[in-house]
C-alpha cells in the first residue's frame, strides 16, 4: 500500500541554522509529491510540488526539495530557518488514477530558537 | 477571496448528537475532499467527490456520510456522533488538472463529549 513517512515529529532549530525535513515515501509509480506548511490554528498552505523534470523544486519562503528516486525520498531544506517559519509540515503523495487523492505523512513539527 | 470556507469552525456535541459541516469554494473547482487530523496521524481522508452529484469512500468513512448537491458545495455529516470523532476537519478542493494543488480551508474543530 502506498505510503508516506515523516520520520521525525518535532524538529528544534536555532534561528538562522539551516533545516532539512525527511521524507520517503512507499509508491510503485512515479509519484507527485508535495510539501505542506500549517501554521497554528490555520490550514494547510502549498510550499511546494514535484511532478517531473528537475527534481530539485524551489517553493515559496525560500524554501526547497529534492526528489530522490533511488532513496524514495522528498526532504525539504531551507538554508536559514525564521522565527516565523515555526509550523507543521507534512509531505504527502498524489495517486496517479485513483481521483488524484493526496496520501499525508504524520507531519514534523519545527520550533525555531532565537 | 474567499476560496475554501467552512462552517462552523467549532462545535461542541453530545454522544449521538448529529451535525453536518459545510464546505464552500468558489474556484468552480471539480474535486472536493473531506480530510480529518488527528495527532500524530497526519490528514486522513473521509469522503470525496469528483464532480456535482458525485461522492466516493476514502481511508477513514465509517461514521460519516457526504454529499455534493450543488458543485461549489460539500457537506460532512455525523449521524450519531461518537467522542472516536473528536478531531479537526478540513476541507479542501482541486481543479480537475493533473497538476492542480489542492486548497485546504481553515479547518473546524469538532468535540465530542
Known amino acids: 500500500a502506498q505510503s508516506v513517512t515523516q520520520p521525525d515529529i518535532h524538529i528544534t532549530v536555532s534561528e538562522g541554522a539551516s533545516l532539512e525535513l525527511r521524507c520517503n515515501y512507499s509508491y510503485g509509480a512515479t509519484p507527485y509529491l508535495f510539501w505542506y506548511v500549517q501554521s497554528p490554528g490555520q490550514g494547510l498552505q502549498l510550499l511546494l510540488k514535484?511532478?517531473?523534470?528537475?527534481?530539485l523544486v524551489q517553493g515559496i519562503k525560500g524554501f526547497e526539495a529534492e526528489f530522490k528516486r533511488s532513496q524514495s525520498s522528498f526532504n525539504l531544506r531551507k538554508p536559514s530557518v525564521h522565527w516565523s517559519d515555526a509550523a507543521e509540515y507534512f509531505c504527502a503523495v498524489r495517486l496517479s488514477g485513483g481521483y488524484n487523492k493526496l496520501i499525508f505523512g504524520a507531519g514534523t513539527r519545527l520550533a525555531v530558537h532565537p | 477571496n474567499a476560496g475554501v470556507t467552512q462552517t462552523p469552525k467549532f462545535r461542541v456535541l453530545k454522544t449521538g448528537q448529529s451535525m453536518t459541516l459545510l464546505c464552500a469554494q468558489d474556484?468552480?473547482?471539480?474535486?472536493m475532499y473531506w480530510y480529518r487530523q488527528d495527532p500524530g496521524m497526519g490528514l486522513r481522508l473521509i469522503h470525496y467527490s469528483v464532480g456535482e452529484g458525485t461522492t466516493a469512500k476514502g481511508e477513514v468513512p465509517d461514521g460519516y456520510n457526504v454529499s455534493r448537491l450543488k458543485k461549489q458545495n460539500f457537506l460532512l455529516g455525523l449521524e450519531s456522533a461518537a467522542p472516536s470523532q473528536t478531531s479537526v476537519y478540513f476541507c479542501?478542493?482541486?481543479?480537475?488538472?493533473?497538476?492542480?494543488?489542492?486548497?485546504f480551508g481553515e479547518g473546524s474543530r469538532l468535540t465530542v463529549l
Open positions: 479542501a478542493s482541486k481543479e480537475d488538472s493533473n497538476t492542480g494543488e489542492l486548497f
Open positions: 474556484m468552480n473547482h471539480e474535486y
Open positions: 514535484y511532478f517531473s523534470g528537475d527534481t
